[in-house]
C-alpha cells in the first residue's frame, strides 16, 4: 500500500485571497532556470503478506524506491526504509519525500528485501519482489492510496 496524505483544510476568505498571492502559477515556469512548480509529496508504505523467506523465522524486510530520469531510462536510488524485523505485513516508518510535476511522467519502482545482513548490498539478501506505478497514479487514487501485488 503506498498512500499519499491528503492536505484538507479550511482557510477563512479574507486570509484566502491573501495567500493567492502567494500560490504559484503558469507565470511562474522560468523557461532559462528551468524550474517548474512543483508539490511535495511524502509516501508510505507497508505491505501485506509478504513471503517468507527466512527458515527459524519470518522476513526481516526493507523497502527500496527508485526512480527513473527523465531524459534517460536509468533507474537511481531515491531512498530506503528502515529494516523491520520478523514480520511479514511491515508499515515502514520512513517516508519518501518526492516533488510532483503535475505535467510530467514520474516512474517509480518500489523493491523488497529479507534483510539477512548489515551489509548495504542488496545482492546479499533476498529479493521478494518489486511494484512499479507513478506518483501521478498514486497522487491520482482514490483517498490518494494506491494498493498493487508485488511482481
Known sequence: MLEAPAWNYWVPMED???KFDDMASVS????IQGSIPATKVEITVSCRNLLDKDTFSKSDPLCVLYVQGIETIQWREFGRTEVIDNTLNPDFVRKFILDYFFEERQNLRFDLYDVDSKSLDLSKHDFLGQMFCTLGEIVGSPGSRLEKPLT
Open 16 to 18: 484566502a485571497m491573501d
Open 28 to 31: 511562474d515556469f522560468d523557461p
